[in-house]
């Protein structure tokens, strides 16, 4: 049996929240989170996740089989790495590593959201990687690193914990945290696996998106003309050095395991937590349009995410990882209706519109006005990406679709 703890604390300031207690024995991982009472206290004190009410706790949370990301509550399993950051980290030390340690040995400057964690003596708990975000300039050699370990080739020990340290949260494709002057940004790297330009049509389509008048975080292609190009993402829970709270809507929605969720039910937290929840509610139903029309198949509920704006409230974050998927079946990861088919549907869109709060008459002029966009600019956008001819065609089938010519006609 194995007991870790850590201070929970909040941004630069190192603001004290409270403690983590993590039990991992045998098979079981299970961890219990309380408030400081300072924290409950604190005028500017708030619930790091709304479930988790300053009034209330301890809070327990414990993994399953199969599911054992579910020994954190959402928000610390949030700022946890995913896959790609887990399998390094696992190569920096060792199989066998529990949830408390995914979370804690991931680089402290590069966690998702503002979290912090201390140990007995008060100092933030680092892994063997410190200070390991590389600057933009280094780009290039982080990218030589990633290749050679995806590849399986001998890296040495210091490549190692450069890449763990910069490695980023969210997803299983190679990735890195980057310094560009105070920025930070994401560096999401070409996978030597890709049999498609993943990370050049993930920029174009971040820009058709804020053509249609989506939040999109800064973006842009860096080593374009090489064969391995590098998709730059600027992080938007950081404003300059302050750290900014966020939960993923998986969080929000509180759930756990393999529970899918629905858009409405993202719209039901909205009405209760944003500051604007009908500028929200318009942002989501814009974004669902989009995800039909340009088959993204990445809108599980992680990939939609909410940043703390103070007096307990959260707006939606912009948004991130859109990829359209011209190959896969016509599925939404997010259904439109809670307890609804997961269809991708123009049609189910534009009758779940009263649930965003939106007239009938208004969202039919969202719908055909995003068509129209799309339809007028995918092929500019990759091409000015380096997708043209045949790679554009490839991906035809992602924005030329039956739902795309009902939107067209609505």
Request: glycine share 8%; with cysteine.
């Amino acid at each position: 049996m194995a007991d870790f703890v850590a201070d929970v604390a909040l941004g630069e300031s190192l603001t004290p929240v409270g403690q983590l207690r993590f039990t991992h024995v045998g098979p079981r991982q299970f961890s219990t989170f309380s408030y400081a009472p300072s924290w409950i206290e604190n005028p500017r004190g708030f619930a790091i996740q709304p479930d988790l009410t300053l009034e209330a706790g301890p809070f327990h949370a414990s993994g399953q089989p199969g599911n054992m990301r579910d020994a954190l509550v959402g928000v610390f399993a949030d700022a946890a790495p995913d896959s790609w950051g887990r399998r390094l980290l696992e190569r920096a030390y060792g199989a066998g590593l529990n949830e408390f340690e995914y979370l804690t040995l991931s680089d402290d400057a590069s966690r998702q959201g503002a979290l912090r964690f201390l140990d007995d003596k008060g100092e933030v708990i680092c892994g063997k990687a410190v200070d390991a975000v590389p600057r933009l300039v280094d780009l290039e050699t982080i990218t030589t690193i990633a290749r050679a370990y995806e590849q399986g080739k001998e890296i040495s020990p210091e490549e190692m914990q450069a890449l763990a340290g910069a490695g980023g949260s969210g997803g299983a494709r190679p990735k890195a945290n980057v310094r560009d002057g105070d920025a930070l940004w994401m560096a999401k790297f070409t996978s030597v696996h890709d049999q498609q330009p993943i990370e050049r049509v993930e920029v174009a389509t971040l820009r058709l998106a804020a053509a249609c008048g989506i939040r999109t975080p800064a973006t842009r292609l860096e080593l374009a003309d090489t064969p391995f190009p590098v998709a730059l993402i600027q992080r938007f829970d950081r404003r300059g050095g302050a750290r900014i709270p966020y939960i993923s809507a998986r969080t929000a929605l509180r759930k756990t395991g393999t529970e899918l969720g629905s858009y409405t039910e993202i719209v039901d937290f909205m009405r209760s937590y944003s500051s604007d929840p009908v500028a929200d509610f318009r942002e989501l139903y814009r974004r669902l349009i989009f995800t039909i029309l340009v088959s993204n198949k990445d809108d599980h509920l992680k990939n939609h995410g909410f940043l703390y704006v103070g007096a307990g409230q959260w707006r939606l974050s912009p948004v991130f990882d859109v990829n359209p998927a011209p190959d896969r079946n016509p599925h939404l990861e997010t259904a439109i209706l809670e307890g609804g088919a997961h269809d991708r549907s123009i049609n189910l869109a534009l009758e779940a519109c009263a649930f965003f709060e939106i007239p009938e008459t208004e969202a039919r002029e969202m719908i055909l006005t995003t068509a129209q966009r799309i339809t007028e600019r995918w092929r500019e956008a990759l091409r000015q990406v380096g997708v043209s001819g045949a790679l554009a065609r490839d991906y035809e089938p992602a924005f030329v679709t039956d739902q795309m010519a009902m939107a067209l006609k609505i």
